[in-house]
């Protein structure tokens, strides 16, 4: 019987190692596979099993990002800096974070966290604070200082010297880590935005916006509401173009010098600026109020005086 010689590759499949082998092996590879990327997820992204619930973390003006994840690291919030740091300019596009108080009020991921890190979601409540028309410098610093505790109230003080009048009454959110900076960056910027409309109008009347401001604060003052603004507005326009004194309680100066103040007494609202630019024309020359609050004008010194005995004793 006449042998052949074996195939070509007989030997090749002949040394290949069998079937069943070479599915534990592929097997194996795929649970180290597994096992592999549940250590990264574990030891790098998940949530540190330390991870203090109800932390507030404050981040400083001018951190930079490397100062962060480590500040993050060493409170548990994070357990790897790297990817902390590569998912922060991946989402912002820049190595950006932004400076604030941050509550992590539950567990939160590697990537919630390097998010609201780069979009300044703090999930603190705002602030609250009202600041009534007619308060002056000191009536604001008394009143912030009560609600934010990063406030210098000496600073602000010092500060806004050359700003009463210009500082707008208004109802404002802070966020818990506002300073005496901040809160004078909002007011003059929301006082700059409710004035800009205002500026053709008051061009209009020939006076300057200066003397607006002051006459109003002094109206936000005399007033005692909505409906005598412009009236009081009025009367004190024209003891001034008579070049009468403007006799105010509110500037006690104001009875020994003619004309206006030199600055503002308080911050005025936006109806007494807008009393000043529109006063009420009137045959009225004085005014006073009971002690109800009620209004009562005089055309003259003797009606006056009438009024002063009849409402006032």
């Not at 092996?25 to 991870?51: A, D, E, M, Q, W």
């Not at 700003?163 to 009454?169: A, D, H, Q, T, W």
């Not at 005089?298 to 005995?309: D, G, R, S, V, W």
Request: aromatic letters at 12%; a positive charge.
């Amino acid at each position: 019987m006449e042998n052949f010689p074996p195939p070509e590759n007989q030997n090749l499949l002949e040394d290949l190692p069998p079937k069943s082998f070479q599915y534990k092996k592929i097997v194996f590879y795929i649970v180290g596979v597994l096992f592999l990327g549940l250590f990264i997820y574990f030891s790098l992204f998940n949530v540190p099993r330390k991870f203090p619930e109800g932390a507030i973390v404050a981040i400083e003006p001018g951190a930079s990002l490397r100062n962060t994840s480590l500040q993050l690291k060493n409170k548990d919030i994070i357990r790897s800096r790297t990817i902390f740091e590569a998912l922060v300019i991946l989402y912002s596009g820049d190595r950006y974070i932004i400076s604030t108080d941050y509550l992590f009020e539950k567990p939160a991921s590697v990537f919630e966290v390097a998010r609201r890190v780069s979009k300044g979601e703090s999930r603190l409540a705002a602030i609250k604070i009202t600041i009534p028309e007619g308060f002056d410098i000191s009536d604001i610093a008394n009143t912030v200082s009560l609600k934010l505790l990063n406030f210098d109230k000496n600073k602000f003080l010092l500060e806004a010297q050359d700003k009463e009048g210009y500082l707008f009454p208004d109802t404002y959110f802070f966020l818990t880590r506002a300073t005496h900076v901040d809160v004078l960056k909002y007011m003059t910027a929301n006082f700059e935005k409710k004035i800009a409309p205002l500026r053709a109008e008051i061009l209009t009347t020939g006076r300057t916006e200066e003397d607006i401001i002051i006459m109003a604060s002094i109206v936000e003052k005399e007033a005692k509401g909505d409906a005598d603004r412009a009236t009081i507005a009025g009367i004190l326009w024209k003891r001034i173009s008579l070049g009468r004194a403007l006799e105010v309680d509110a500037a006690p100066v104001t009875y020994k010098e003619k004309g206006l103040p030199k600055n503002p007494i308080c911050n005025p609202g936006l109806e007494a600026i807008k009393a000043t630019i529109y006063p009420e024309a009137s045959p009225y020359l004085y005014y006073l109020h009971d002690k109800e609050g009620n209004i009562h004008y005089a055309k003259n010194f003797e009606e006056h005086k009438k009024n002063k005995f009849k409402y006032l004793r």
